[in-house]
C-alpha cells in the first residue's frame, strides 16, 4: 500500500511541475536537429486528456534524453525509444503481444550500460566524447540480437517510459493517449534544442491543463484517504 502511495504521489508532483519554467541544466547536443524530433500534426480539436498526454510526454521524456548521454557517453535513438514506448503500451493493452526484448535480455542491456555509466563516471574529465544519436526516421523499428546495443538501451528506456505513463493511467483510473504522449516527448526534446521551436500546445494551455488534473489527482488521492 505504501508503495502505490508514493507512486500517486509522484503523480502529483507531475502536474505539479509544470509550474516551473526553469530550463534543463543539460542541454541537449546540438547535432540534434529539431525538425527531426517535432511530430507537431493538427491538434486543434485535441480533448484535454490528449493535452494532459502530451504534458506528460514533455515531462517524462526530455529528462531521460539529455541525461543519458552524459551517463552513458552515448546518444539515446529517438526512433527506438519511441517504439519500446509503443510496444509496452500494446503489451499492457494485449496480454498475448511481447516486447521485441525477453526480460533477460533487457537485465543483459541493463547490465551492460550500469558498468558503462560507472567506467565513465570512474574517467572524470577523462571520459570520452559522447557519441552522437544516427537520423531520427520517425518509422518503426525492429530491435533483435543483430541491434546495436545503443539500440536495445534505447528501446528499453522506451519501454520505462512505457511503464511511467501507465502508472499515471493507473493512477488517474483511466488511459491517456500514447500518440500524444510521444508527441510531447518529441517537441519537449525540441523544446530544450530550440526554445522557440513551435510546440502543439502553448504553454497557457498547458498551465491550464496543469491545473485541472492536479484537482482530478487531489481529489483521487482525497476518496482513497477516505477508504482507508
Known amino acids: 500500500m505504501r508503495l502505490k502511495w508514493v507512486i500517486l504521489l509522484a503523480s502529483l508532483t507531475l502536474v505539479c511541475a509544470c509550474d516551473s519554467d526553469k530550463p534543463a541544466d543539460k542541454p541537449v547536443p546540438p547535432s540534434v536537429s529539431t525538425s527531426q524530433l517535432t511530430a507537431n500534426e493538427n491538434a486543434v480539436s485535441a480533448t484535454d486528456d490528449q493535452k494532459f498526454s502530451y504534458l506528460l510526454g514533455t515531462q517524462y521524456g526530455p529528462p531521460i534524453y539529455v541525461n543519458v548521454p552524459n551517463q552513458t557517453g552515448e546518444m539515446l535513438e529517438m526512433d527506438a525509444m519511441v517504439q519500446g ?3 509496452d503500451v500494446k503489451k499492457y493493452k494485449d496480454s498475448t503481444f511481447k516486447l521485441q526484448m525477453t526480460p533477460e535480455k533487457i537485465r543483459e542491456v541493463d547490465s551492460l550500460y ?3 555509466i560507472e567506467g565513465r563516471r570512474a574517467a572524470g574529465d577523462n571520459a570520452a566524447d559522447v557519441k552522437l544519436a544516427g537520423p531520427i526516421t520517425g518509422k ?4 533483435d540480437e543483430n541491434s ?3 539500440m ?4 528499453m528506456m522506451g519501454v520505462q517510459l512505457g511503464e511511467m505513463f501507465i502508472s499515471t493511467w493507473k493512477n488517474f483510473e483511466q ?5 500524444f ?6 517537441e519537449g526534446i525540441a523544446n530544450m534544442v530550440n526554445p522557440s521551436a513551435k510546440t ?7 498551465k491550464t491543463i496543469h491545473s485541472s488534473y492536479k484537482k482530478k489527482i487531489e481529489a483521487i488521492m482525497d476518496a482513497r484517504r477516505s477508504k482507508g
Open 181 to 186: 504522449y510521444v508527441m510531447g516527448i518529441r
Open 114 to 116: 550500469a558498468k558503462k
Open 175 to 179: 488511459e491517456f493517449d500514447v500518440n
Open 152 to 155: 536495445k538501451y534505447s528501446y
Open 148 to 150: 546495436p546495443d545503443i
Open 200 to 206: 502543439t500546445f502553448t504553454m497557457d494551455e498547458l
Open 85 to 87: 514506448i509503443n510496444d
Open 140 to 143: 518503426p523499428m525492429t530491435i
